[in-house]
């Protein structure tokens, strides 16, 4: 997997260049990436496929909207093993996902200033 680099024009420009829903929606992320990754792994260790469904849906959605394609492909990936019930490989491809989703956390603090 590439190293996540945010790509700060191309977020603005989704968000009409508003630099202060930029900062509410990188913060929003950090506020909610360790309670994302807590959600993912519990589904996963219950076998609730339905909800690590949801979870990775919800995960997708949350690196899609930083402009990480590589992470977002990822949780889909995850997302379709729920939706089939195929679990094989489900637990290798949760820690990737939710390395991913701690890594773009670090670079988006960093755009923070933190």
Do not use: K, M, Y
């Given at each position: 997997m590439?190293?996540?680099?945010?790509d700060k024009p191309a977020?603005?420009?989704?968000?009409?260049?508003?630099?202060d829903i930029f900062a509410m929606m990188l913060e929003m992320y950090?506020?909610?990436?360790?309670?994302?990754?807590?959600?993912l792994q519990a589904a996963l260790d219950a076998g609730n496929v339905a909800t690590l469904q949801r979870e990775a849906h919800t995960v997708k959605?949350?690196?899609?909207?930083?402009?990480?394609?590589?992470?977002?492909?990822?949780?889909?990936?995850?997302?379709?093993m729920g939706k089939l019930?195929?679990?094989?490989?489900?637990?290798?491809?949760?820690?990737?996902?939710?390395?991913?989703?701690r890594e773009v956390a670090a670079v988006l603090a960093a755009e923070l200033g933190r």
């Open positions: 590439n190293p996540f680099v945010i977020i603005l420009d989704r968000l009409g260049g508003d630099e950090l506020q909610e990436v360790d309670s994302n990754c807590q959600a959605g949350l690196l899609a909207t930083v402009s990480d394609d590589d992470g977002a492909a990822r949780a889909l990936a995850l997302e379709q019930g195929q679990l094989d490989g489900a637990a290798a491809l949760l820690g990737e996902v939710q390395t991913r989703l």
